[in-house]
C-alpha cells in the first residue's frame, strides 16, 4: 500500500485519519506521516487490514489504486 492509496481509501469508506488510527490501533500520527510520505511505519499491514475490513480494495500493478470490495 503506498500513501497516496491510503489517503484515496479513507474517502471511500468516509473515514478520519482518526478513524483508521483507531481501526488499525496506531497512533493517528502514524497516519499522518505516512499519508504524507514522511515514513514507511512498520504497521503498514495493520492499516492495510483496517481498511480492507471496511470495504476497501488495494489494486495493484503498474497502476496502484483503489476501490470498493465487491460484494460477494
Known amino acids: 500500500m503506498t500513501?497516496?492509496?491510503?489517503r484515496a481509501a479513507?474517502?471511500?469508506i468516509d473515514m478520519s485519519q482518526a478513524?483508521?488510527?483507531g481501526a488499525a490501533v496506531v497512533p493517528v500520527s502514524i497516519i499522518v506521516d505516512f499519508e504524507a510520505g514522511v515514513s514507511e511505519?512498520?504497521?503498514v499491514d495493520a492499516i492495510?487490514?483496517?481498511l480492507e475490513?471496511?470495504?476497501?480494495?488495494f489494486i495493484?500493478?503498474?497502476r496502484p489504486g483503489v476501490r470498493f470490495?465487491?460484494?460477494q
Open 69 to 71: 470490495r465487491k460484494a
Open 19 to 21: 478513524g483508521l488510527a
Open 41 to 43: 511505519p512498520r504497521h
Open 53 to 57: 475490513r471496511a470495504g476497501v480494495e
Open 10 to 12: 479513507r474517502p471511500l
Open 48 to 50: 492495510r487490514q483496517a
Open 3 to 6: 500513501p497516496a492509496q491510503c
Open 60 to 62: 495493484e500493478g503498474r
